[in-house]
């Protein structure tokens, strides 16, 4: 078992006197207290927010139920301790899930059919960021897809393009898009048949088609080099 150990224990202490006083002494209850104190350690990053629910339940020595309750309870009650802009949220989110370490662990989990249908598996521990990724999957147009467990959300590559469209992280210039995809998939069908048209007249759903296309032939063809490349092409903030 790995000793909690708090990075900032004033900034702790300082910010749970803090609640302690604005709710009026003793008026926390038992719940309570636990959510604000499982809250603040997330905050301090004595427990990582993306660890997953077994790994930050045998730090606590709970269950990994148990574990799941706190995060999602302490965030519903206590989010306002922790308040991030939904585009950071949803930035700092999608940069831990399409990790490939993360991707690796979560194609264990999708059918055959639905990785040849373009659907990547994503694991997603953490349930309040489960629930803001699923919001913003809804936001552009696609529904949350659940095969095996709740943990492992099966995602279109199409649909994480919108996400990007929405979010605003893909490159606006058609002609540099362009550049990176001769790069990333020089002899393909695609980009061949983008080639052919007038450069001037190419228009951005011609390059999304195109890149919606190459997305689903990485994802049914385990190609992990192209679908790194490609991901970090349409969330260039990908490590």
Request: hydrophobic residues 45%; without cysteine.
């Amino acid at each position: 078992m790995t000793q909690l150990e708090l990075n900032d224990p004033a900034a702790f202490a300082a910010e749970f006197l803090r609640q302690a006083q604005l709710q009026g002494f003793g008026a926390l209850g038992k719940r309570d207290l636990e959510l604000l104190v499982y809250v603040l350690l997330e905050r301090d990053g004595a427990i990582d927010r993306n660890a997953s629910n077994h790994a930050a339940a045998q730090q606590l020595r709970v269950t990994p139920a148990k574990l799941r309750a706190l995060r999602r309870d302490g965030y519903a009650r206590w989010r306002q301790l922790v308040a991030e802009p939904a585009d950071a949220a949803l930035r700092r989110i999608l940069g831990h899930v399409l990790a490939p370490a993360n991707l690796r662990a979560g194609s264990r989990h999708v059918a055959e059919r639905s990785r040849k249908d373009g659907f990547l598996a994503v694991r997603v521990d953490h349930p309040d960021d489960r629930q803001l990724l699923e919001q913003a999957i809804l936001d552009a147009g696609a529904l949350p897809v659940y095969e095996r467990n709740r943990e492992v959300l099966a995602v279109r590559f199409d649909t994480l393009v919108a996400l990007a469209e929405r979010g605003g992280f893909l490159q606006p210039d058609v002609e540099a898009m362009l550049k990176e995809l001769r790069r990333l998939a020089p002899a393909s069908e695609e980009l061949a048949d983008l080639l052919k048209k007038d450069l001037a007249k190419l228009r951005w759903d011609d390059l999304r088609s195109a890149l919606n296309s190459l997305g689903a032939k990485a994802v049914s063809g385990s190609a992990e080099s192209g679908l790194k490349g490609l991901l970090k092409l349409v969330f260039p903030f990908l490590p």
